[in-house]
């Protein structure tokens, strides 16, 4: 079992930035791969950044050049630095972690309850 807990969702203007961190515990953290999820109103919840175990990065188009994930197995947690927000990046996100970075978010064995970030433009 593992068990995540997120932090560092807020508001924020369009073009502002923020900072998630995830927290895990319960289970060798340097032994899973993470990822960050989100869903917005209306829509299906999407891939937006993985990290694997060997510390390979992943990243949706969206996202891609403005999101930054990273890990400390020391700490055993992972962030997701977030630069020149607009306002589809509202959503509420989550902290995933499974046996690989995959785009399938159903694949995923363990979530976090999520943080919600919105961007005013």
């Known amino acids: 079992q593992v068990q995540l807990v997120e932090s560092g969702g807020g508001l924020v203007q369009a073009g502002g930035s923020l900072r998630l961190s995830c927290a895990a515990s319960?289970?060798?953290?340097?032994?899973?791969?993470m990822a960050w999820l989100r869903q917005a109103p209306g829509k299906e919840r999407e891939f937006v950044a993985g990290?694997?175990?060997?510390?390979?990065?992943y990243y949706a188009d969206s996202v891609k050049g403005r999101f930054t994930m990273s890990r400390d197995n020391a700490k055993n947690t992972v962030s997701l630095q977030m630069n020149s927000l607009k306002p589809e990046d509202t959503a509420v996100y989550y902290c995933?972690?499974?046996?690989?970075?995959?785009?399938?978010?159903?694949?995923?064995?363990?979530w976090g309850q999520g943080t919600q970030v919105t961007v005013s433009s």
């Open positions: 319960g289970r060798t953290f340097s032994g899973i791969a």
């Open positions: 990290i694997t175990i060997g510390g390979n990065t």
């Open positions: 995933a972690a499974g046996p690989a970075v995959v785009r399938t978010t159903r694949l995923y064995d363990y």
